[in-house]
């Protein structure tokens, strides 16, 4: 079984790249962020005519989560326990979509950036990871044995060497510690950052800027994960990044992320070209 991850930026905009890299890449759960898709605007024919299930979540052009799966879609549940709200209002955004997909309980997450440490965002951010490490060790307390992926854009980069030059991002969000301590909770809470074993850095990124020729000059950032539960952790047998993905005109700024279970490797796959 291979379950991957990609925030998209506009499943509208990359609906073609997004049904290419299926054809390509033959993974039985993909986990999409970003969509930016109301859900009468998602493209979903581009995955059911793939054979694969799909729950979106999305309530304006902005965010937007959804799980496609050729392995079963059940229990879809929108947002997590907990989850808090942004804004005045708060009201809970399309940042949050879980699902049961042969057997293991996905979740397509789309953390908040947190704009500028100093904004209302930042404070909203570290409270909406607080909540999803509530959610998260919950979850394990009830059931040890319950096998949940926590997948997606976390906006945050965990290490140094996770960006490309960390005195660049003196003062910034991603790399403040109050983020990387909220990433290591998840982790302390149970779930294990399981690509980073098979894709070890420096120098190995999920997101490139669309400015500057970030992407051919490698000025990127590792900021998308699968976090494991320990009995998904133990059935993960290779990871990989697909960095091809991010090249050619009108590519996503990320590169999706797929991890392979129970002896698949879990590396990029161009399935046409190995029928050839």
Not at 11 to 33: K, M, P, T
Not at 39 to 51: E, I, K
Not at 96 to 116: F, K
Not at 243 to 257: F, I, L, Q, T
């Amino acid at each position: 079984m291979r379950i991957a991850t990609w925030n998209v930026n506009s499943a509208r905009a990359r609906a073609e790249r997004i049904g290419d890299w299926l054809d390509r890449s033959d993974v039985d759960v993909l986990a999409i962020q970003e969509t930016k898709a109301r859900d009468d605007q998602f493209p979903a024919s581009v995955l059911t005519d793939r054979g694969y299930e799909v729950a979106h979540h999305g309530l304006s052009q902005w965010n937007g989560v959804a799980i496609a799966s050729r392995v079963g879609l059940d229990d879809v549940r929108i947002g997590f326990p907990g989850q808090p709200g942004y804004g005045e209002p708060a009201e809970a955004e399309a940042r949050a979509i879980g699902a049961t997909c042969g057997g293991v309980q996905v979740w397509s997450l789309y953390v908040p950036n947190g704009r500028e440490v100093d904004h209302p965002h930042y404070a909203y951010k570290l409270d909406w990871l607080k909540a999803l490490r509530a959610a998260g060790a919950a979850a394990l307390a009830e059931d040890p044995q319950a096998q949940i992926a926590f997948t997606g854009d976390f906006n945050i980069a965990p290490q140094d060497d996770d960006v490309w030059d960390i005195a660049q991002f003196e003062g910034s969000t991603h790399v403040t510690e109050p983020e990387r301590a909220a990433f290591r909770a998840l982790v302390d809470a149970g779930f294990d950052d399981v690509v980073r074993r098979y894709t070890p850095g420096p120098g190995v990124y999920t997101y490139w800027d669309y400015k500057g020729l970030a992407f051919p000059k490698r000025k990127g950032m590792r900021i998308d994960f699968v976090l494991a539960s320990p009995a998904l952790a133990a059935r993960v047998t290779g990871a990989g990044i697909d960095r091809e993905e991010r090249k050619g005109k009108g590519a996503s700024d990320h590169a999706p992320v797929i991890v392979g279970l129970d002896g698949d490797e879990g590396q990029p796959r161009d399935k046409k070209k190995e029928k050839v």
